[in-house]
């Protein structure tokens, strides 16, 4: 039997996508621009992120590469056999297979979209996402050939969101929302962090299908930390029973299309201390200062400095623990962070119209200390040309979120 290295299969039809063809077409013309700008004549992507942000199609990789090639007429993507043909129905463009039986087939599937009698003089690639094992066989594929990093382009082309981005993240913020109100209902004594976190994220998951019933449904998650968990921001929920007086921190996660939003809120079961009570309230002065200070115009690093030096006022400055914000848009947990946008020191990223950011102070106290555990509150914010519109709406703060059962 002669099994290919690669091929070809439209099993079924094409699906509809998260975004207009207007949309995407969009988004490949801006990146075209760059890559006439910069000298490049075809591009692989590899990372989950821009291929899905180009494509529409989100892979899952158990450890297999996946790409997308782009050319200034063709878009290609490479995907696994062992998908069939759900990458093509699930994008915008043509799709080729590539299978198992021989090592480096994915290597052939490019070889067969660019060919060997002429190579581009300039492929660009995600220098933050390609191993140096694949690298090296690129190299080996194609000599004569400069590789260019593009990955910083392609970050700040994602920073500035069209309109369709910002629908789809405001609905994620109203599904977060309701997220979070449904987590609140289940909060008393005794409850545990994995039943309550089950209960918010089976809500917003009946949303999204509610809202997008066209989509495919992944990754959509929820972290409840209690006590000594709250202490990292990103620590798994566990099956910790809630007791009187424990601090709490409430994070929803709705995952729409690859897109993420995200509401974090500080609470406390049935009653707080006044040492935690102090501490709960400085971080919140601090969160209703950075959502002042988001505005067009004004530099990352210039919110982090007047933030800082607010904490530092109310005594608390030693206990932050990472930066104030980030960008939105195409990411999760474990792809597409947008570093130029983020609300640090070393960030002198100026803020304009069509920006997605969060407001997230956080400080942590130990366990030692009066007041002991992690304070965080995150908004989301869209930014216009001369305002800026907080999209989360679930009430922050000690005067709401003492959970009384």
């Known amino acids: 039997m002669d099994r290919p290295d690669f091929f070809e299969l439209k099993n079924g039809e094409k699906v509809k996508l998260p975004f207009t063809d207007k949309e995407y077409n969009n988004r490949l013309t801006k990146l075209r621009n760059v890559m006439s700008e910069q000298g490049m004549d075809m591009t692989i992507l590899t990372s989950m992120h821009n291929i899905a942000y180009y494509t529409g199609f989100i892979y899952c990789s158990f450890g297999r590469p ?8 063709k878009i290609v993507t490479i995907s696994a056999n062992i998908d069939a043909s759900q990458p093509w129905r699930r994008s915008n463009c043509d799709n080729v297979i590539y299978t198992d039986w021989k090592r480096d087939n994915f290597l052939r599937a490019i070889v067969s979209i660019i060919g060997r009698d002429q190579p581009p003089k300039t492929i660009a690639i995600e220098n933050d ?17 400069i590789f260019k990093n593009i990955a910083n382009h392609l970050m700040k082309l994602r920073m500035i969101k069209s309109d369709e981005e ?4 405001k609905n994620g913020a109203k599904i977060a929302d309701i997220g979070a109100e449904e987590i609140v209902k289940h909060i008393k004594p005794g409850a545990t962090e994995i039943e309550i976190a089950i209960a ?7 949303e999204i ?7 495919e449904y992944m ?8 006590g000594i968990n709250t202490d990292g921001a990103h620590n798994p929920k566990t099956n910790r029973a809630l007791k009187k007086g424990d601090i709490l921190s409430l994070n929803t996660f709705p995952m729409i299309s690859g897109y993420y939003t995200a509401l974090e809120r500080t609470l406390f ?8 009570l102090k501490a709960w309230e400085a971080n919140v002065k601090v969160h209703r200062r950075g ?6 115009g004004i530099k990352c690093s210039e919110i982090c400095e007047e933030l800082n030096d607010l904490f530092a006022q109310l005594g608390y400055l030693q206990y932050r623990t990472f930066g104030y914000g980030h960008s939105f848009g195409m990411l999760s947990h474990f792809y597409g962070r947008e570093a130029g946008l983020e609300l640090r020191e070393d960030i002198d990223t100026v803020l304009e119209k069509n920006m997605v950011i969060s407001m997230e102070p956080m400080i942590m106290i130990p366990e030692d200390k009066p007041g002991a555990g992690g304070y965080r509150e995150h908004d989301i914010l869209v930014i216009s040309e001369n305002s800026v519109e907080n999209i989360s709406k679930f009430p922050f703060g000690p005067q709401k979120n003492i959970i009384k059962s």
């Open 129 to 145: 996402h390609v191993t140096l094992d694949l690298k090296e066989k690129l190299n080996s594929i194609f000599p004569d050939t």
């Open 219 to 226: 990754d959509t998650w929820v972290w409840f930390q209690s």
């Open 66 to 73: 996946y790409g997308c090639v782009i050319t200034q007429k």
């Open 200 to 206: 918010g994220r089976d809500k917003m998951e009946r």
């Open 291 to 296: 959502l002042e200070l988001i505005k067009p």
């Open 269 to 276: 079961v049935e009653e707080v201390d006044d040492d935690s």
């Open 209 to 215: 299908v509610r809202t997008y019933p066209d989509a």
């Open 166 to 169: 910002i629908k789809i993240i």
